[in-house]
């Protein structure tokens, strides 16, 4: 993506579009030979990143908490929790496990890590984990419904559920005594959403769950992807582009008539459907697009804020209403 293309062979790539180029600021620190960065987010709690997926620990005098298992960073979780147990002089075993959601993108390295290890989740991940009967997966033996503090050696994560937001069971990790939120698959550092607000199941939750997420005190945000930990500014701006979409749908709907697309279509519903909101779309995309290139990396990728702004406006009217006028 975005390197030159030197072969003219069809099929392989050379008729990729490009993209504008990524700030440096939304790229994190370099990657080792073997593929991974670890780094201390505060005192003996670090994060670890293969650049595109984040995973956490924090080690105490018993024993290594893991949080996530994300399958790309996958054996380097294990030398990187290694290397730090090392250079500390700690246990290096892990004897707990965190789940943040069930999506095996961000737990399907979790049966690296067995033996004794406990682990914890929401009911609502074991109950998805259950159903997904993936071995790779294995469910959590300690669940919560609202609220769980885990200590380990003196150390603490208060783990939280809010309501759904990118998946039924997606949590807050909070570490009070680190300055930290970990919260997974909502806002990416520097990057707008991918597809359908990062594939995101619940609308209004994922649209209020930054503003949950900053009522918490914290410096250090751990969003589960890309190379960088985050910032609350980072949040915020997240906050803008997804507001500025929202009034953007409201506006859009307000105003696009949708009258000439179903008349020029007659019998074919649906195909006044897909024009009207084809239509809609397009008015919400254009100015928000042209707002975040170059302030948002991947802005530019038009079909991630196309999808995102097409989910946000059918929750308007789906989740919100009014869905059209009541006839008479
Ligand atoms: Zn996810």
């Given at each position: 993506m975005g390197e030159a293309v030197t072969s003219p062979a069809a099929g392989n790539g050379s008729d990729l579009p490009d993209y504008a180029p990524i700030p440096r600021s939304a790229l994190g620190p370099a990657l080792n030979d073997q593929g991974y960065y670890v780094g201390r987010v505060e005192r003996n709690l670090y994060w670890v990143t293969d650049g595109v997926y984040q995973s956490a620990f924090m080690t105490t005098s018993d024993g290594v908490v893991l949080f996530d298992a994300p399958p790309t960073i996958g054996g380097n979780l294990r030398r990187a929790v290694d290397e730090i147990a090392a250079e500390n002089g700690v246990t290096n075993r892990v004897t707990h496990l965190v789940y943040s959601h069930h999506h095996d993108d961000h737990t399907g390295a979790a049966s690296l890590f067995d033996g004794d290890v406990v682990r914890i989740g929401h009911e609502e991940t074991r109950r998805l984990l259950s159903r997904d009967n993936n071995p790779a997966r294995p469910v959590p033996e300690v669940t919560f419904a609202d609220r769980y503090t885990l200590e380990v050696g003196g150390e603490r994560a208060e783990l939280a559920w809010h309501g759904p937001n990118h998946s039924p069971d997606n949590i807050y990790i909070h570490f009070p005594d680190h300055d930290t939120l970990m919260f997974i698959d909502v806002v990416n550092a520097g990057w707008v959403p991918i597809y359908n607000l990062n594939l995101s199941e619940d609308v209004p939750g994922y649209m209020a769950a930054p503003a949950t997420a900053l009522d918490y005190p914290w410096t250090h945000f751990i969003s589960g992807h890309l190379g960088r930990l985050a910032t609350r500014e980072d949040v915020a701006v997240h906050q803008q582009y997804i507001a500025d979409i929202e009034a953007g749908a409201r506006e859009a709907l307000a105003t696009v008539n949708p009258v000439p697309y179903y008349m020029h279509y007659g019998e074919n519903f649906w195909a006044g459907v897909k024009a009207h909101l084809d239509a809609v779309t397009d008015q919400i995309v254009g100015p928000v697009v042209a707002k975040y290139t170059g302030v948002l990396?991947?802005?530019?990728?038009e079909v991630f804020t196309r999808t995102t702004s097409f989910a946000i406006m059918q929750s308007l009217r789906l989740d919100s209403g009014p869905s059209g006028p009541v006839h008479p």
């Amino acid at each position: 993506m975005g390197e030159a293309v030197t072969s003219p062979a069809a099929g392989n790539g050379s008729d990729l579009p490009d993209y504008a180029p990524i700030p440096r600021s939304a790229l994190g620190p370099a990657l080792n030979d073997q593929g991974y960065y670890v780094g201390r987010v505060e005192r003996n709690l670090y994060w670890v990143t293969d650049g595109v997926y984040q995973s956490a620990f924090m080690t105490t005098s018993d024993g290594v908490v893991l949080f996530d298992a994300p399958p790309t960073i996958g054996g380097n979780l294990r030398r990187a929790v290694d290397e730090i147990a090392a250079e500390n002089g700690v246990t290096n075993r892990v004897t707990h496990l965190v789940y943040s959601h069930h999506h095996d993108d961000h737990t399907g390295a979790a049966s690296l890590f067995d033996g004794d290890v406990v682990r914890i989740g929401h009911e609502e991940t074991r109950r998805l984990l259950s159903r997904d009967n993936n071995p790779a997966r294995p469910v959590p033996e300690v669940t919560f419904a609202d609220r769980y503090t885990l200590e380990v050696g003196g150390e603490r994560a208060e783990l939280a559920w809010h309501g759904p937001n990118h998946s039924p069971d997606n949590i807050y990790i909070h570490f009070p005594d680190h300055d930290t939120l970990m919260f997974i698959d909502v806002v990416n550092a520097g990057w707008v959403p991918i597809y359908n607000l990062n594939l995101s199941e619940d609308v209004p939750g994922y649209m209020a769950a930054p503003a949950t997420a900053l009522d918490y005190p914290w410096t250090h945000f751990i969003s589960g992807h890309l190379g960088r930990l985050a910032t609350r500014e980072d949040v915020a701006v997240h906050q803008q582009y997804i507001a500025d979409i929202e009034a953007g749908a409201r506006e859009a709907l307000a105003t696009v008539n949708p009258v000439p697309y179903y008349m020029h279509y007659g019998e074919n519903f649906w195909a006044g459907v897909k024009a009207h909101l084809d239509a809609v779309t397009d008015q919400i995309v254009g100015p928000v697009v042209a707002k975040y290139t170059g302030v948002l990396a991947a802005a530019d990728i038009e079909v991630f804020t196309r999808t995102t702004s097409f989910a946000i406006m059918q929750s308007l009217r789906l989740d919100s209403g009014p869905s059209g006028p009541v006839h008479p």
